[in-house]
T-cell receptor, first 113, second 112 residues
Framework: EDKVVQSPLSLVVHEGDTVTLNCSYE??????LLWYKQEKKAPTFLFML????IEKKSGRLSSILDKKELSSILNITATQTGDSAIYLC?????????????FGSGTQLTVLP | NAGVTQTPKFQVLKTGQSMTLQCAQD?????MYWYRQDPGMGLRLIYY???????DKGEVPNGYNVSRLNKREFSLRLESAAPSQTSVYFC???????????FGPGTRLTVT
């Protein structure tokens, strides 16, 4: 059975801290891994990773994929209260007629002032 | 561009009632998706449509039907609502050449 597991399930930090969120997967026919940020409503896209070892960066957020370890990490440096959200990891597999994603259960990040 | 829109935003149903959730996108995307999100369970795929005229089951299709009315619109129907269908429902779309999905604002459904 295909699985995407995120850890930790929740995390509480103070502004200025650095956090690392983890995503591990056991899927057949892996194609890519995506990270989304979900605040009150719709998930919004952060990164898509297809190749091992290549860091994607956007401001204080960065992410990297390790295909050998079947995992990815999302780093947030100098956290701000606006980073408080659920962070979702999703894996794309080759199957079916549309390109489908399997999501992990998410990490709830709370950043305190 | 509005992106992906969903109606209604909130709905309360009694067990056994039916309803249709509407979704539309104005990005000319080929693929559209319906997910449900329950606490601690992430997003689970209900149905998807790779292109106009086609629909396929996802991970949790039981109790739901869908219609891809045209390229823009993809509706989700609950024929006989059950309390287990209490959830937040998200519609999403993606271009056929890309995996990035763009989500609507969600519909919070409660079945009593």
């Amino acid at each position: 059975e295909d699985k995407v597991v995120q850890s930790p399930l929740s995390l509480v930090v103070h502004e200025g801290d650095t956090v690392t969120l983890n995503c591990s997967y056991e899927v057949t026919n892996f194609r890519s891994l995506l990270w989304y940020k979900q605040e009150k409503k719709a998930p919004t896209f952060l990164f898509m990773l297809t190749s091992s070892g290549i860091e994607k960066k956007s401001g204080r957020l960065s992410s990297i994929l390790d295909k050998k370890e079947l995992s990815s990490i999302l780093n947030i440096t100098a956290t701000q209260t606006g980073d408080s959200a659920i962070y979702l990891c999703a894996v794309e597999m080759s199957s079916g007629s549309a390109r489908q994603l399997t999501f992990g259960s998410g990490t709830q990040l709370t950043v305190l002032p | 561009n509005a992106g992906v829109t969903q109606t209604p935003k909130f709905q309360v149903l009694k067990t056994g009632q039916s309803m249709t959730l509407q979704c539309a996108q104005d990005m000319n995307h080929n693929s559209m998706y319906w997910y449900r999100q329950d606490p601690g369970m992430g997003l689970r795929l209900i149905y998807y449509s790779a292109s106009e005229g086609t629909t396929d089951k996802g991970e949790v299709p039981n109790g739901y039907n869908v219609s891809r009315l045209n390229k823009r619109e993809f509706s989700l129907r609950l024929e006989s609502a059950a309390p287990s269908q209490t959830s937040v429902y998200f519609c999403a779309s993606s271009d056929h050449s890309g995996i990035v999905q763009y989500f609507g604002p969600g519909t919070r459904l409660t079945v009593t």
